[in-house]
């Protein structure tokens, strides 16, 4: 028998017994979230270290003790934070709409302009862009490197067009590689020239304290704008949604001061103050110390970790001596980016789930959901239990080895 | 001594105590925020009824049994509503963007039309202008009756100008004169004809289960709606806010399926899910049973209700046989509006500022903080203690004496 007929007897029978398992979002696991179960018990207070009654309305930009904690934490300072409610998405899409609305300290709307872009590297998220995508803004995909984005084709497309008005940006732990930026990838960021002078940042810190392997850091965003002349190029985003909850976690905007005050006159218009008794939770859950949440992401590193090899070894077993596939080991975060060969994604994610196994739709990495290649798979090992992962990834590994031979086949013939 | 003399000597004595009070905003007072003081305690169970696990993402319009719960109360069908996170406000702002910017269901982007214009019955409430005045979308003042809105004049404005978009109401005792609309008011605003096809109603029902006196009900507006052929016409707004916690309650926006569908390919956009934990702690605190609400909106009555008999008694004591000022008696809700001569509101607000009461700015009861006629103050008679309302009132109305007795002696000269 040869080798496509063995794999298609084989994708027969792994489709009779068909599970229903989902390889799709970047969900914690129950056992990931029952570490944070205290989380849901008694506050025993309702008053903030400065007396403020939490209950009540008010503190636009969030209680000083939380902003404390986190500042500790990412070494932003607290005086740029502004804390929310939760989905760092929403502040994300936030911003985004002010700039292209209103402009930001100073900046001309987007929309109000001819022809805004902004850069993608990819793959990347699909939320970036689907937020990117609702106001109609043109992206413009810029290839990832080992370092994150290549910085050569960022800095070109940013000095020529003033109309590339922002990049999106995971610097650690990059969804879906799990890439680091290298100092020098975050200085060049920094401090380029721009041909619109007031060139964004869009930072995503999404992943900041989510280790898995060894302990990865990224050089100081605000700290090398600033000194590099571009203090106001820098919006950071985080959220403690992978830290305990994702449904009721606080989500944080930091940026200058002179962009935060601006933005607070529309926020101000828009909420008379976020949630303020889950700020208060989150710090009291924590103890109010940022190396609480540190120990706490270690516990939570223990239970993926083992995901994430199981993943891995199961890709390095089932394809090794082959050219069927490549991807990186992901330095953390959520997630591992997998390339088949040219033309297979889409066929692989709708055998997969014709096997049973969901999978992030094929195309999700790229703008539009359109890869040009249809070769980029993401895979997120977080939710499924190992025994889950243990039958997924036999699965997986299947309908790639049988997409690709399909795929020779054809061209053979 | 003459009137004026005597009243500027016993305003020089009250400055002198000066005290620092605040009748400003409508804020729960701390006894009405200790009666949900559970609302703290611990949540048992991170399961919803359909099994939904809280702690993580998901669910864009909100845990069933809290959607359920609030539609009993509110009667409107559970399938409107998205729960969103705190402040109505912030679901009031993002409606009024995406009509603005994307249009809903087929209307056009109100930022593409020339001239959008909103119809604000006055006096009313000032973050309804401000979110108006955000997107610079022109305002037009139309007169408070004691049934709602003018409605000859709503109805002449919204049919002959297709540039007038929508109507900001509050329904059930109107900020600030707690005025509740007819039901002659409802259906006509329900069933009028508009030029533009895509008119809406910004139905903000704030105060919805908010009784102070007698229990009032405003007609169905949805039903309304529907049955005279508009079932798009109307966003409903409604928060448990000044049910418990202003800070850390839920919000819904409540419209037809067509519009909700729309609103959340937005949405979607916007948040992985809004924050589910406080969503499931909303309905444990009251049982999941509306009746239960209804229940704790008396023990809350209970304790507003003084407040506005002392501010009331003292209005009326303090101005009987005059003409310096006109009120109505509030029916219920948060607020009492106050008009003193032509020209001396902002006067007024200055003098008890100095004498340590602080007023709602002169003005922010009518579109972009300009009250023409400088006359209209909003009291929020439910902030202060009892004690504190009896320190504050005498001077309330010693200033309104005071700038009315100016005025006579100004025009007299």
Request: with cysteine.
């Amino acid at each position: 028998m040869d080798e496509l007929s063995d794999l298609q007897r084989r994708y027969a029978e792994l489709k009779e017994r068909g599970p229903d398992l989902d390889l799709s979002r970047g969900k914690p696991p129950t056992d990931v979230l029952d570490l944070s179960n205290d989380f849901l018990g008694e506050l025993d207070t309702y008053l903030s270290e400065d007396g403020t009654d939490i209950r009540n309305y008010g503190v636009a930009t969030g209680l000083s003790e939380c902003r404390r904690m986190l500042s500790d934490l990412l070494g932003v300072p607290a005086d740029y934070m502004i804390l929310g409610n939760n989905s760092s998405l929403s502040h994300m899409y936030n911003v985004f709409f002010m700039l292209q609305t209103f402009g930001i300290n100073g900046s001309t709307p987007w929309s109000k302009e001819d022809g805004a872009k902004i850069l993608c590297p990819v793959p990347g998220y699909d939320r970036h862009f689907a937020v990117t995508e609702d106001f109609g803004v043109e992206m413009i995909p810029v290839p990832m490197t080992d370092d994150g984005p290549d910085m050569d084709a960022v800095e070109r497309l940013a000095a020529e067009d003033a109309r590339v008005k922002a990049i999106w940006c995971i610097p650690l732990y990059s969804n879906p590689e799990g890439v680091v930026y290298s100092d020098e990838t975050v200085s060049r960021l920094a401090s380029m020239k721009t041909a619109d002078p007031h060139f964004r940042i869009f930072w995503d810190n999404a992943y900041g304290v989510h280790h898995i392997f060894d302990e990865h850091r990224v050089a100081d965003v605000f700290a090398l704008s600033e000194s590099a002349g571009n203090p106001d190029r820098v919006f950071y985003y985080f959220s403690t949604s992978k830290i305990n909850f994702p449904g009721g976690g606080v989500g944080l905007v930091a940026s200058s001061p002179a962009n935060t005050r601006d933005m607070l006159t529309h926020i101000g218009r828009q909420t008379i103050g976020y949630d303020k008794i889950t700020q208060l939770r989150t710090v009291k859950f924590f103890d109010g110390k940022a190396e609480n949440i540190k120990k706490h992401m270690k516990d939570i590193a223990k239970l993926l970790r083992p995901r994430f090899e199981l993943v891995i070894d199961s890709l390095d077993k089932a394809f090794e001596g082959t050219d069927i596939v490549t991807y990186k080991k992901p330095k953390g975060g959520y997630f591992l980016s997998l390339n088949v060969p040219d033309g297979c994604a889409k066929r692989v994610v709708r055998l997969a789930k014709e096997a049973g196994v969901k999978l992030t739709p094929a195309g999700a990495t790229w703008p539009c959901g359109k890869d040009p290649k249809d070769r980029n798979i993401r895979i997120a090992p977080t939710c499924p239990t190992l025994a889950e992962l243990e039958t997924i990834m036999p699965i997986f590994c299947l309908c790639v080895k049988l997409a690709a031979a399909e795929k020779r086949a054809g061209s053979s013939r």
